[in-house]
């Protein structure tokens, strides 16, 4: 069983993307779908759930490997922003949940 440590999460309680998962977020419709559904198709028009992930997962795993430069500093800068995000959400949580535990005489002051 995998853990995710809470400094891998955002303020959703998700955990940060990896490059793959990125890099698909980013280009999946327009580099990535036609491939899968190319290796879909032996399976028919509705492969079981598993076979659609796993092969989801493969071929994007697959041609992110093939990516240029460009593209894979495209994808680890999209990251860093989402951890500056996700960095600013919680600080905003953390000072929202101080105010939220004042009691009416401490806010009043």
């Given at each position: 069983?995998?853990t995710?440590?809470?400094?891998?999460?955002?303020?959703?309680?998700?955990?940060?993307?990896?490059?793959?998962?990125?890099?698909?977020?980013?280009?999946?419709?327009?580099?990535?779908?036609?491939?899968?559904?190319?290796?879909?198709?032996?399976?028919?028009?509705k492969?079981?759930q598993?076979i659609?992930?796993?092969?989801?997962?493969?071929?994007?795993?697959?041609?992110?490997?093939?990516?240029d430069?460009?593209?894979?500093?495209?994808?680890?800068?999209?990251?860093?922003?989402?951890?500056v995000?996700?960095?600013?959400?919680?600080?905003e949580?953390k000072?929202?949940?101080?105010?939220?535990?004042?009691?009416?005489?401490?806010?009043?002051?």
């Open positions: 069983m995998m995710t440590s809470k400094s891998q999460k955002g303020k959703s309680g998700r955990r940060s993307l990896h490059e793959v998962e990125k890099y698909s977020k980013l280009y999946y419709k327009e580099r990535v779908q036609s491939t899968v559904l190319e290796d879909l198709a032996p399976f028919g028009s492969p079981p598993s659609v992930l796993d092969t989801i997962k493969r071929v994007t795993k697959e041609i992110y490997e093939t990516e430069d460009e593209t894979k500093a495209i994808v680890k800068a999209a990251l860093a922003a989402d951890l995000a996700a960095a600013a959400a919680a600080e949580d000072e929202n949940e101080d105010v939220d535990s004042l009691t009416p005489t401490q806010m009043q002051e």
